[in-house]
Protein backbone atom coordinates (compact mmCIF):
# COMPACT_ATOMS: atom_id res chain seq x y z
CA UNK A 1 0.00 0.00 0.00
CA UNK A 2 1.34 3.43 -0.83
CA UNK A 3 0.42 7.04 -0.55
CA UNK A 4 1.85 9.75 -1.67
CA UNK A 5 0.59 12.18 0.94
CA UNK A 6 2.33 12.12 4.24
CA UNK A 7 -0.49 13.67 6.12
CA UNK A 8 -3.39 12.00 4.60
CA UNK A 9 -6.16 12.06 6.84
CA UNK A 10 -6.55 8.14 6.41
CA UNK A 11 -2.84 6.91 7.49
CA UNK A 12 -3.40 7.20 11.46
CA UNK A 13 -6.13 4.83 10.72
CA UNK A 14 -4.75 2.58 8.82
CA UNK A 15 -1.55 2.23 10.86
CA UNK A 16 -4.09 1.85 14.03
CA UNK A 17 -5.53 -1.09 11.95
CA UNK A 18 -1.85 -2.64 11.68
CA UNK A 19 -1.98 -1.96 7.90
CA UNK A 20 1.74 -0.61 6.45
CA UNK A 21 1.67 1.98 4.09
CA UNK A 22 4.93 3.34 2.00
CA UNK A 23 5.02 7.24 1.21
CA UNK A 24 5.87 6.80 -1.89
CA UNK A 25 4.15 8.46 -5.51
CA UNK A 26 4.91 5.98 -8.18
CA UNK A 27 4.50 6.45 -11.72
CA UNK A 28 2.07 4.62 -14.33
CA UNK A 29 4.67 2.25 -15.31
CA UNK A 30 6.16 1.85 -11.90
CA UNK A 31 3.00 0.80 -10.62
CA UNK A 32 2.18 -1.83 -13.16
CA UNK A 33 5.64 -2.91 -12.59
CA UNK A 34 5.11 -3.58 -8.98
CA UNK A 35 2.54 -5.63 -9.93
CA UNK A 36 3.79 -7.91 -11.32
CA UNK A 37 3.91 -12.16 -10.05
CA UNK A 38 0.69 -11.38 -9.16
CA UNK A 39 1.19 -9.26 -6.59
CA UNK A 40 -1.32 -6.14 -5.56
CA UNK A 41 -0.59 -2.69 -4.79
CA UNK A 42 -3.30 -0.47 -3.60
CA UNK A 43 -2.32 3.18 -3.72
CA UNK A 44 -4.22 5.45 -1.49
CA UNK A 45 -4.72 9.01 -3.29
CA UNK A 46 -4.98 12.37 -1.91
CA UNK A 47 -8.34 13.70 -1.54
CA UNK A 48 -7.63 15.86 -4.87
CA UNK A 49 -6.94 12.96 -6.64
CA UNK A 50 -3.97 11.68 -8.65
CA UNK A 51 -4.30 13.61 -12.15
CA UNK A 52 -1.27 11.98 -13.19
CA UNK A 53 -1.19 8.70 -12.16
CA UNK A 54 -4.31 7.90 -13.54
CA UNK A 55 -3.68 9.64 -16.90
CA UNK A 56 -1.04 7.79 -17.18
CA UNK A 57 -2.34 4.40 -16.43
CA UNK A 58 -4.84 5.60 -19.36
CA UNK A 59 -2.38 5.75 -22.13
CA UNK A 60 -0.64 2.35 -21.17
CA UNK A 61 -3.81 1.04 -21.64
CA UNK A 62 -4.67 2.62 -24.88
CA UNK A 63 -1.19 2.32 -26.05
CA UNK A 64 -1.84 -1.97 -26.52
CA UNK A 65 2.08 -2.09 -26.04
CA UNK A 66 1.70 -2.77 -22.17
CA UNK A 67 -0.10 -6.07 -20.35
CA UNK A 68 -2.20 -4.70 -17.92
CA UNK A 69 -2.93 -5.89 -14.72
CA UNK A 70 -6.50 -5.69 -13.21
CA UNK A 71 -7.18 -2.09 -11.77
CA UNK A 72 -10.02 -1.65 -9.41
CA UNK A 73 -11.59 1.63 -8.02
CA UNK A 74 -11.88 0.35 -4.17
CA UNK A 75 -14.58 3.54 -3.20
CA UNK A 76 -13.28 4.27 0.88
CA UNK A 77 -14.30 6.79 2.94
CA UNK A 78 -16.29 8.59 0.30
CA UNK A 79 -19.08 5.48 1.11
CA UNK A 80 -19.40 6.56 4.98
CA UNK A 81 -21.47 8.86 6.52
CA UNK A 82 -19.12 11.88 7.69
CA UNK A 83 -16.19 11.30 5.25
CA UNK A 84 -16.76 14.27 3.60
CA UNK A 85 -15.82 15.73 6.72
CA UNK A 86 -12.35 14.46 6.36
CA UNK A 87 -12.41 16.82 3.30
CA UNK A 88 -13.22 19.77 5.16
CA UNK A 89 -10.41 19.18 7.54
CA UNK A 90 -7.50 18.51 4.74
CA UNK A 91 -8.94 21.79 2.76
CA UNK A 92 -9.13 24.10 5.87
CA UNK A 93 -5.20 23.00 7.18
CA UNK A 94 -4.23 23.91 3.64
CA UNK A 95 -5.65 27.13 3.56
CA UNK A 96 -4.72 27.75 6.92
CA UNK A 97 -0.84 27.43 5.57
CA UNK A 98 -1.20 28.99 2.48
CA UNK A 99 -3.94 32.02 2.43
CA UNK A 100 -2.56 35.23 3.26
CA UNK A 101 -5.85 35.81 5.18
CA UNK A 102 -6.58 32.88 6.64
CA UNK A 103 -3.55 32.52 7.98
CA UNK A 104 -3.74 35.63 10.07
CA UNK A 105 -6.58 35.21 11.93
CA UNK A 106 -6.77 34.41 15.65
CA UNK A 107 -10.09 33.48 17.37
CA UNK A 108 -11.17 36.96 18.61
CA UNK A 109 -10.98 37.56 14.92
CA UNK A 110 -13.46 35.03 13.92
CA UNK A 111 -15.34 35.81 16.60
CA UNK A 112 -17.64 38.10 15.27
CA UNK A 113 -18.56 35.93 12.33
CA UNK A 114 -19.53 32.75 14.24
CA UNK A 115 -22.49 35.17 15.61
CA UNK A 116 -23.50 35.85 12.22
CA UNK A 117 -23.08 32.86 10.94
CA UNK A 118 -25.33 31.73 13.78
CA UNK A 119 -27.81 34.53 12.99
CA UNK A 120 -27.93 33.11 9.19
CA UNK A 121 -28.94 29.57 10.19
CA UNK A 122 -31.56 30.89 11.92
CA UNK A 123 -32.82 33.07 9.44
CA UNK A 124 -32.67 29.91 6.77
CA UNK A 125 -35.01 27.85 9.51
CA UNK A 126 -37.27 30.41 9.94
CA UNK A 127 -37.57 30.72 6.28
CA UNK A 128 -37.90 26.74 5.13
CA UNK A 129 -35.05 27.28 2.84
CA UNK A 130 -33.49 24.02 2.54
CA UNK A 131 -30.97 24.75 -0.39
CA UNK A 132 -30.20 27.92 2.07
CA UNK A 133 -30.10 25.70 5.20
CA UNK A 134 -27.67 23.39 3.96
CA UNK A 135 -25.56 26.33 3.08
CA UNK A 136 -25.75 27.85 6.22
CA UNK A 137 -24.54 24.81 8.26
CA UNK A 138 -22.29 24.42 6.22
CA UNK A 139 -20.53 28.17 6.95
CA UNK A 140 -21.42 27.22 10.99
CA UNK A 141 -19.13 24.43 10.41
CA UNK A 142 -16.45 26.12 9.04
CA UNK A 143 -16.36 28.34 12.01
CA UNK A 144 -15.76 25.68 14.18
CA UNK A 145 -13.15 23.78 11.55
CA UNK A 146 -11.42 26.85 11.68
CA UNK A 147 -10.95 27.91 15.34
CA UNK A 148 -9.82 24.05 16.03
CA UNK A 149 -7.39 24.14 13.82
CA UNK A 150 -5.82 27.45 14.90
CA UNK A 151 -6.46 26.05 18.62
CA UNK A 152 -3.92 23.22 17.24
CA UNK A 153 -0.97 25.95 16.96
CA UNK A 154 -1.33 26.95 20.55
CA UNK A 155 1.88 26.53 21.83
CA UNK A 156 1.11 25.60 25.92
CA UNK A 157 -2.57 24.40 25.58
CA UNK A 158 -3.13 22.61 21.24
CA UNK A 159 -6.65 20.55 20.60
CA UNK A 160 -7.41 19.82 17.40
CA UNK A 161 -10.56 19.06 15.80
CA UNK A 162 -10.41 15.32 16.99
CA UNK A 163 -10.36 16.61 20.26
CA UNK A 164 -13.45 18.76 20.04
CA UNK A 165 -15.57 15.78 18.10
CA UNK A 166 -13.73 13.45 20.91
CA UNK A 167 -15.12 15.94 23.73
CA UNK A 168 -18.86 16.26 22.50
CA UNK A 169 -19.07 12.17 22.18
CA UNK A 170 -18.22 11.60 25.51
CA UNK A 171 -20.42 14.20 26.91
CA UNK A 172 -23.35 13.28 24.69
CA UNK A 173 -22.97 9.54 25.33
CA UNK A 174 -22.87 10.44 29.41
CA UNK A 175 -25.93 12.69 28.90
CA UNK A 176 -27.86 9.61 27.09
CA UNK A 177 -27.77 6.95 29.78
CA UNK A 178 -30.67 5.91 28.48
CA UNK A 179 -29.50 4.99 25.22
CA UNK A 180 -26.12 4.44 25.92
CA UNK A 181 -26.80 2.71 29.49
CA UNK A 182 -29.07 0.82 31.76
CA UNK A 183 -31.59 3.85 32.58
CA UNK A 184 -34.78 4.76 30.97
CA UNK A 185 -36.67 7.62 29.50
CA UNK A 186 -40.24 6.81 28.14
CA UNK A 187 -40.99 11.10 27.33
CA UNK A 188 -39.00 13.71 26.43
CA UNK A 189 -39.29 15.47 29.57
CA UNK A 190 -37.62 12.31 31.22
CA UNK A 191 -34.50 12.78 28.78
CA UNK A 192 -34.65 16.36 29.67
CA UNK A 193 -34.23 15.73 33.08
CA UNK A 194 -31.66 12.93 32.73
CA UNK A 195 -29.57 15.77 30.70
CA UNK A 196 -30.17 18.42 33.57
CA UNK A 197 -28.85 16.03 36.33
CA UNK A 198 -25.64 14.81 34.58
CA UNK A 199 -25.33 18.29 33.83
CA UNK A 200 -25.44 19.94 37.22
CA UNK A 201 -23.26 16.75 38.38
CA UNK A 202 -20.24 17.51 35.93
CA UNK A 203 -20.26 21.76 36.16
CA UNK A 204 -20.98 21.34 40.23
CA UNK A 205 -22.42 25.03 39.37
CA UNK A 206 -23.42 26.94 42.76
CA UNK A 207 -25.86 28.97 41.34
CA UNK A 208 -28.34 28.02 38.04
CA UNK A 209 -27.52 31.30 36.39
CA UNK A 210 -23.74 29.88 36.12
CA UNK A 211 -23.37 29.44 32.37
CA UNK A 212 -25.78 31.42 31.07
CA UNK A 213 -24.18 33.44 28.80
CA UNK A 214 -25.08 37.34 29.41
CA UNK A 215 -23.91 38.07 26.24
CA UNK A 216 -26.73 36.88 24.24
CA UNK A 217 -30.03 38.78 23.23
CA UNK A 218 -32.31 40.20 25.79
CA UNK A 219 -35.22 38.08 25.41
CA UNK A 220 -33.28 35.09 24.94
CA UNK A 221 -31.52 35.55 28.01
CA UNK A 222 -34.74 36.40 30.32
CA UNK A 223 -36.28 33.23 28.76
CA UNK A 224 -32.77 31.27 29.84
CA UNK A 225 -33.42 32.72 33.49
CA UNK A 226 -36.49 32.01 33.62
CA UNK A 227 -36.20 28.24 31.94
CA UNK A 228 -33.40 27.71 34.41
CA UNK A 229 -35.62 28.84 37.58
CA UNK A 230 -38.63 26.79 36.40
CA UNK A 231 -36.29 23.48 36.03
CA UNK A 232 -35.08 24.03 40.25
CA UNK A 233 -38.48 24.80 41.00
CA UNK A 234 -37.41 28.14 42.51
CA UNK A 235 -40.00 30.57 43.40
CA UNK A 236 -38.35 33.39 42.33
CA UNK A 237 -40.59 36.80 42.34
CA UNK A 238 -39.98 39.07 39.27
CA UNK A 239 -37.88 42.24 40.51
CA UNK A 240 -40.09 45.26 41.05
CA UNK A 241 -39.41 48.40 38.04
CA UNK A 242 -39.94 51.17 36.28
CA UNK A 243 -39.76 51.17 32.85
CA UNK A 244 -39.99 49.20 29.16
CA UNK A 245 -37.11 47.27 30.41
CA UNK A 246 -39.00 45.59 33.14
CA UNK A 247 -42.06 45.33 31.13
CA UNK A 248 -40.33 43.46 28.52
CA UNK A 249 -38.76 41.38 31.49
CA UNK A 250 -42.45 40.10 32.55
CA UNK A 251 -43.42 39.91 28.91
CA UNK A 252 -40.84 37.51 28.24
CA UNK A 253 -40.97 35.19 31.33
CA UNK A 254 -45.12 35.10 30.32
CA UNK A 255 -44.04 33.83 26.69
CA UNK A 256 -41.38 31.29 28.57
CA UNK A 257 -43.81 29.69 30.90
CA UNK A 258 -46.26 29.62 28.02
CA UNK A 259 -44.00 27.70 25.93
CA UNK A 260 -43.18 30.22 23.38
CA UNK A 261 -40.11 31.38 22.80
CA UNK A 262 -40.10 34.95 23.19
CA UNK A 263 -36.75 35.81 20.53
CA UNK A 264 -38.55 34.14 17.87
CA UNK A 265 -41.59 35.32 18.60
CA UNK A 266 -40.72 38.75 18.29
CA UNK A 267 -38.56 38.22 14.94
CA UNK A 268 -41.78 36.44 13.17
CA UNK A 269 -43.52 39.64 14.87
CA UNK A 270 -40.76 41.93 13.34
CA UNK A 271 -40.84 40.23 10.00
CA UNK A 272 -44.24 41.25 9.30
CA UNK A 273 -43.39 44.20 10.21
CA UNK A 274 -40.69 44.24 7.98
CA UNK A 275 -43.19 43.28 5.04
CA UNK A 276 -45.64 46.66 6.34
CA UNK A 277 -42.88 48.76 5.53
CA UNK A 278 -41.75 47.05 2.04
CA UNK A 279 -45.54 47.69 1.09
CA UNK A 280 -45.36 51.19 2.06
CA UNK A 281 -42.50 51.57 -0.27
CA UNK A 282 -44.71 50.22 -2.92
CA UNK A 283 -42.57 47.18 -3.24
CA UNK A 284 -44.10 43.93 -4.64
CA UNK A 285 -42.83 41.15 -3.41
Known amino acids: ?????????????????????????????????????????????SG?????????????????????????????????????????VQVMDRIRLACPWS????????????????????????DGDRDELREELGDVLLQVVFHARIAQEDQDEPFSIDDVAGTIVDKLIHRHPHV????????????KAHWLRTKAAEKQRDSVTDGVPLGQPGLALVAKLS???????????????????????????????????PEAALRAAART?????????GHKD
Open 48 to 88: EGDQALTDGLARLAGSGRVQMPDLELLPGSYDLPGARLLDL
Open 273 to 281: YRDAIRAAE
Open 103 to 126: SRQTHKGLAKYGIEEAYELVEAIE
Open 180 to 191: FGDETAETPEDV
Open 227 to 261: SRVHGAHLDVPLPAGEGIGYELLAMAVRAEQSGVD
Open 1 to 45: MVCADADHPQLPYLREAGVTVEHAAPTAQELIDACGSDRTVVVVP
